[in-house]
């Protein structure tokens, strides 16, 4: 098996990204995420609380006694029955939520007064900076070596 490749403590390179994803790539699920337990200070898991983030948080709360807590982007837009899954996952797990809503906004009422109504149809470049990209540049976050991958309904992109 090669070597375990580990991230020097600046921004890596691109050749050492290739070598880290070539690497990653042989592992199992639980072997990447206790790759990145070892290997990652500071980290967070982003979830919207779907089949996939739920397995992961089951998967890190396996792996270790002190799994990374969880950011939550609430867009105003969840079902019902997300929220009730987030406050279930945070009494089962006793994980932190940080969850960051749209700012000056505490309902999607407040987010239309402010923005009009759905803005994701009209423009959605500005809606996914809204709900997601400009709270993570503008929290606690913020000024934390980080990357976190934006997920919007055309794709995804990455802010470091």
């Not at 890190?60 to 969880?70: Q, Y």
């Not at 797990?93 to 906004?105: E, M, S």
Request: glycine residues 4%.
């Amino acid at each position: 098996m090669p070597t375990t490749p580990t991230l020097p403590p600046t921004v890596a390179s691109n050749d050492d990204l290739v070598s880290l994803n070539v690497y990653l790539s042989t592992l199992e699920p639980q072997q990447i995420l206790q790759w990145a337990i070892d290997n990652l200070p500071n980290l967070f898991q982003t979830t919207a609380f779907g089949l996939t983030g739920l397995v992961a948080i089951d998967m890190l709360s396996k792996l270790t006694d002190n799994p990374p807590p969880l950011i939550f982007l609430d867009t105003l837009y969840h079902f019902p029955e997300t929220l009730d899954l987030v406050q279930n996952v945070r009494n089962r797990y006793d994980l932190p939520i940080h969850v960051y809503k749209p700012f000056f906004c505490e309902s999607s009422a407040d987010f239309e007064g402010m923005h009009g109504t759905k803005l994701w149809e009209s423009d959605e470049d500005s809606y996914d900076y809204l709900v997601k990209a400009r709270l993570i540049l503008s929290t606690d976050l913020a000024g934390k070596l980080l990357t976190v991958p934006v997920l919007g309904r055309a794709g995804s992109t990455c802010i470091r």
